[in-house]
């Protein structure tokens, strides 16, 4: 059986407000198994390096200051076609055209502070995934 991965990131917001546990247990829930996953923080130059495709647009900086306030978590999830099945169950990204039931309806507060992060690509799952871990801490 092939497997898929995509990966998601718990935004500050998240981690502030204590939803840690609630969202993973809506990820394992929806089917996802983890493969890797650390606490950690961006620093600025890791959030403008990640979020370098949005260096143009005029919100860059406000996303560096909001990533970089405060710890996330950052995850390898695995599962049959992952990566649709994730942005299916976090919602769009404005919590308020998000579907109910989805991780973003039930847990971001605006557009800009919208709660989880999860790749848009099988491509940019594995860049974004490399990004945070070595590869000996996915498994």
């Known amino acids: 059986m092939r497997t898929d991965r995509t990966f998601t990131m718990l935004k500050p917001d998240s981690v502030?407000?204590?939803?840690?546990?609630?969202?993973?247990e809506k990820i394992t829930g929806a089917?996802?198994?983890?493969?890797?996953?650390?606490?950690?923080?961006?620093?600025?130059?890791?959030?403008?390096?990640?979020?370098?495709?949005h260096n143009e647009r005029p919100f860059f900086g406000e996303l560096v200051e909001y990533m970089t306030r405060g710890p996330i978590v950052?995850?390898?999830?695995?599962?049959?076609?992952?990566?649709?099945?994730?942005?299916?169950?976090?919602?769009?990204t404005n919590p308020a055209d998000a579907a109910?039931?989805?991780?973003?309806k039930m847990y971001a507060a605006s557009m800009g502070e919208?709660?989880?992060?999860?790749?848009d690509s099988d491509e940019n799952a594995e860049i974004e995934s490399q990004f945070h871990f070595a590869g000996r801490e996915i498994f």
């Open 16 to 24: 502030e407000k204590g939803y840690i546990g609630a969202i993973l």
């Open 31 to 53: 089917g996802f198994k983890i493969v890797a996953m650390k606490l950690t923080q961006m620093t600025q130059s890791d959030a403008e390096t990640f979020y370098a495709v």
């Open 74 to 92: 950052a995850a390898v999830l695995e599962k049959e076609n992952a990566v649709q099945d994730f942005r299916t169950l976090i919602g769009a």
């Open 100 to 104: 109910e039931g989805t991780i973003r």
């Open 114 to 119: 919208n709660a989880v992060h999860g790749s």
